[in-house]
Structures are given as C-alpha cells and as structure tokens.
C-alpha cells in the first residue's frame, strides 16, 4: 500500500528524489514522513508532511538540504535530497498514519503502515 522508490547510488554532492506511492488505505493518510536506517544504527526520522502540505518537519541534520512535498492528486510523497553525504546513506522508508496529531510525530511507533525501503548510497 506504500511504494517507496526512488533511491540509488550517487556521489557526495549529488542529488536524488525519492518517491512514495499510496494506495488503498494510506491514500487519505493525515500524515506521511520518511524514516532512514543506516546498517547497525536505529531507524531515525527525516522529514514529515501533513495531508494538507502545509505543514512540514525536517530532521535537524537534513534541514536547508532534503525538501519534502506531496501531491494529493498522485497520492504521492516526494523527498527531494540535494547536497547528499555519505552519512546519509541508508535504506529509507515511507511512512504513514491516519491519526490527526497536531503535530508531526518523529518517533516511528506513531506510524502504522511503512513501505518497503528504498536504499541510497553516497559515496565519497
């Protein structure tokens, strides 16, 4: 019902843009985010955005570097990530909840359904 896409390998300095495809249930999701976990690390949020598209959070690393977007009509969630680093390769999820939290949650419990994973290497 998620379709995480989008991720590859690129140099350091380089761009990507990750795509997360919602269907059946998730296509009314209050809140999609995306999550990343890098090997021996904990998963760790990285962006968030309301269904309206006007709310957005970032991550405190990824901040002036990563913008994420919606479009409602395509179901789609986009993460657009410029400047890319090799602390930023990781596999990374798309997630969603139907709670309308006032905020946007950065812990991955508040999120009820998850894609698959796409994984992004940087390479110095």
């Known amino acids: 019902q998620l379709q995480a896409s989008g991720g590859g390998l690129v140099q350091a300095g380089g761009s990507l843009k990750l795509s997360c495809a919602a269907s059946?249930?998730?296509?009314?999701?209050?809140?999609t985010a995306w999550f990343r976990q890098a090997p021996g690390k904990e998963r760790e949020f990285v962006a968030g955005i309301m269904r309206t598209g006007v709310r957005k959070y970032y991550a405190d690393f990824v901040k002036g570097r990563f913008t994420i977007s919606r479009v409602n009509a395509e179901s789609t969630t986009y993460l657009q990530m410029n400047e890319l680093r090799p602390e930023d390769t990781a596999v990374y999820f798309c997630?969603?909840?139907?709670?309308?939290?006032?905020?946007?949650?950065?812990?991955?419990?508040?999120?009820?359904?998850w894609g698959q994973g796409t994984q992004v290497t940087v390479s110095s």
């Open positions: 997630a969603t909840t139907t709670r309308p939290y006032g905020q946007i949650p950065t812990t991955s419990s508040n999120y009820y359904h």
């Open positions: 059946g249930r998730t296509v009314n999701s209050y809140i």
